[in-house]
């Protein structure tokens, strides 16, 4: 019996995780994955919105800006790589000057700072490399960026050390009330109950609340296919840079990482099928020629890897957040597509506040609010590496020749609460695969670490679930 349980282990659900974790109740997370950040939340553009895209008395326009000022601190707290970059919506023409100047009023409504109309010249000073066509733009401050996968794991490991359980590989299939709680059933046969359930479920939201409320919502799988290049591509642009936004979302952006690769995307595509997560030649196509549009002379030859994300659309426009009103203790984080993962830590703080005036708790003496990152070898100076070294010889093993990531790493890694159990796992958390040759060099040694830090054969590894095995056997085993 749980106070709380938490379905889906995205950035939403962990960052509500983190904020339950601060009082004196028992908090579960389950997750259907086989580590966090397994849907929504692996697959985006890693950018902290500034909030002037999100009409004014929106959740979105609350939670976004709310979100934007928590996440410079959050990242001090919990040690992940976060940058104010800034952002620019650049437009080519009158009609576009007059959306950037409604974007203006909007985000000046919305309490967003900053906010400045550029002309063409002015923009292509700060970003060279911008297309000659530009006209006019929108200068947002407090944009950045963020490792999004860094983030959700630092969440959840934080949350774990504050005493929530996470469960894996629990794909929740029923949901009921019983009494004045819940019941929740899992394919594996588990039977979990709850005083109060939070629904974090991404694209899948719809399906639990309507288990369980009257009031229907529907939430529509939106596409977005993206191109990824090497970090050669480093300083190409620094800003974010937006074309103005349709009924569809913010368009094809072309952004920096914070680890100096550049991200071009997403599309927007509205689809039936909740796990079509294929790239598609059209939509790469259409990536690279809107991604054109804003800047000239794209390193194309530089693409190292494409994906596609899937955003939980509701059909209202906007996030569904709050306790839903004819089923008392079950709160709901649905709908939550971009500007989502900036909001995520307003979304944890705001829910958690509602569930403790549902179900009030003492807070606790001795809440840890800060946690440390795994330490990088590629981005440590001289005298860290030494030292590394010196406290663990295995940091002087380098695994992963692209992106400079030791044998060291990988174990703490797989050892971190909430740790690693998949090659995705390692990937999301030390970067490990994620360089020009994507894996084809260090998967085997990734492989070997994994199967003797979790006890298994290597035939048990998987890159990142049941059915994503890497090997079936041993050659030798064949010769008779």
Known sequence: ????????????????????????????????????????????SGIVHAGHDAHPGTWKARFNVEGSLLMEELSKELDFPYRRNTSLVIGFDEEDRRTLEGLLAQGLENGVKGLELWDGSRVREKEPQLSDAVTCALYCPTGGIVDPFLLTVALAENACVGGVSFFFGEEVTELCRAGEGFVLKTARGGSYETRAVVNAAGVYADVFHNMVSEDKVHITPRKGEYLLMDKKTTGFVNAT???????????????????????????SEDIADKENTETTAA???????????????????????????????????????????????????????????????????????????RFPAPEKTDFIAVRKGIPCMADADPEERKRLVAENPLYANVVCRCELVTEGEIVEAIRRPVGAKTLDGIKRRVRAGMGRCQAGFCTPK?????????????EAIVKSGPGARLLTGYTKSNIS
């Open 1 to 44: 019996m749980y106070d709380v349980i938490i379905i889906g282990a995205g950035v939403t659900g962990c960052a509500v995780a983190r904020e339950l974790a601060r009082r004196e109740r028992s908090v579960a997370v389950l997750e259907r994955g086989l580590d966090v950040c397994e849907g929504t939340s692996k697959a985006n």
């Open 241 to 267: 840079i937006f074309q103005c936004p349709t009924k569809m979302g913010k368009g094809i952006l072309v952004t920096p990482t914070v680890h100096g690769n550049l991200l071009l995307g997403p599309t």
């Open 283 to 357: 939509g790469l196509e259409e990536v690279l020629a809107k991604a054109g549009l804003s800047a000239k002379e794209l390193p194309v030859r530089q693409v190292i890897t494409s994906f596609t994300g899937l955003r939980a659309h509701s059909d209202n426009g906007d996030f569904i957040v709050g306790e839903a009103a004819d089923c008392p203790g079950f709160f709901d984080a649905a709908g939550i597509e971009s500007p989502g993962l900036t909001s995520a830590p307003a979304i944890g703080r705001y829910l958690a506040e509602r569930i403790n005036e």
């Open 446 to 458: 990734q492989m070997e670490i994994l199967a003797r830090e979790l006890g298994v054969e290597e």
